[in-house]
């Protein structure tokens, strides 16, 4: 039994597939298997897959339909002999050392979750370097302070971001997640909910370890607005749902991720006013207003708690004054542009 398994969903990644896989390859801590799920690639990346495990018994392949990234990690998980479970984007890359640190991390504090930075590569290699967003690092959390972040900060919904002690992920749970299989965007938020909620403790390292690539092309960016605002707010709903499940059933989480649905949602209609018709804008926030996330959230949501500049746009959408909201949000779109 290896002391990692690295999964990777794979789709049309062929451009950078080597690159990622190699650099899991150089890691100077050696105990670990790799398996690569081939989500109905269309390029030669199911190709590369295959030569790399004909190559290295470590890596195992495994070739499936086109399913979405949300079964493919599950199908990834289902396949996981480790101790400890990472997730890994199939274009970007670590850092040599990722799983030395990490491996001795959970050793010194025999925490549930190691959680670390990253740097975002673009397509020239150059790196930016992130803020970090624990006040310390190398210290042990209880597992409500990253629960807190997931519900209120987007970063802390990536997968690829933490290690995971298999032991304490309710695979039962997880599975439950593949009735969300058409969603596109949103479903990471889902998946580190339900492998983190049974955590008890976390160690976060301030260390810039994985290297992001913003590819356009990837597996979760290749939905439209459209798609998009409907496939978060559908997640968010079924977020609501899981908590109410968990042990995080407590008006403070609930009212965090009611909060960040209503700045989110308003957010989108704005991007969306910018590109589409008023009544394109007025028929998808109907559909959202029958959720009861959002339900919930305008019954509870003081306009005060929200910051300044969503602050009239709440008050436009709640009087439904879609002219005027559309014409304001299509000024500002060309004015952050």
């Not at 990253?118 to 803020?131: A, C, G, R, S, V």
């Not at 746009?313 to 009087?319: G, P, Q, V």
């Amino acid at each position: 039994m290896p002391a990692f398994s690295i999964l990777i969903p794979v789709y049309n990644s062929e451009k950078y597939l080597h690159e990622c896989i190699n650099s899991i390859l150089k890691q100077t801590f050696h105990d670990f298997e790799i398996i690569l799920i081939d989500d109905g690639s269309t390029d030669t990346s199911a190709q590369i897959c295959d030569e790399f495990a004909a190559q290295n018994h470590k890596i195992t392949v495994i070739h499936q339909p086109n399913q979405g990234p949300l079964i493919a990690r599950i199908s990834a998980y289902n396949a996981a002999s480790g101790d400890f479970i990472l997730y890994m984007d199939s274009d970007d890359c670590w850092d040599n050392q990722l799983l030395s640190y990490v491996y001795d991390t959970f050793n010194h504090f025999q925490c549930d979750i190691v959680s670390f930075t990253w740097k975002y590569m673009h397509n020239d290699n150059m790196l930016k370097e992130p803020i970090s967003i624990y006040p310390k690092d190398n210290t042990i959390y209880k597992i409500e302070t990253m629960v807190e972040k997931l519900l209120t900060e987007e970063v802390e919904n990536a997968l690829w971001k933490k290690a995971i002690r298999k032991s304490q992920i309710n695979t039962e749970h997880l599975s439950h997640l593949s009735t969300m299989k058409n969603l596109r965007i949103g479903e990471d938020m889902l998946q580190s909910f339900v492998m983190v909620k049974d955590c008890r403790t976390m160690v976060y390292l301030d260390k810039a370890l994985y290297f992001y690539r913003n590819n356009v092309q990837g597996l979760t960016s290749r939905s439209s607005i459209q798609k998009a605002i409907r496939d978060i707010s559908t997640a968010k709903e079924y977020m609501y749902k899981l908590l109410k499940e968990s042990t995080f059933n407590k008006p403070e989480y609930l009212q965090m991720l009611e909060k960040n649905f209503l700045e989110h949602y308003l957010t989108d209609l704005v991007v969306l006013s910018s590109t589409n018709k008023i009544t394109v804008v007025k028929n998808i926030s109907s559909e959202i207003k029958k959720k009861d996330i959002y339900k919930n959230a305008v019954y509870k949501i003081n306009l005060k708690q929200l910051p300044k500049r969503r602050q009239f746009l709440y008050y436009l959408e709640k009087k439904n004054l879609w002219k005027c909201f559309w014409l304001t949000s299509r000024i500002y779109i060309r004015l952050i542009a």
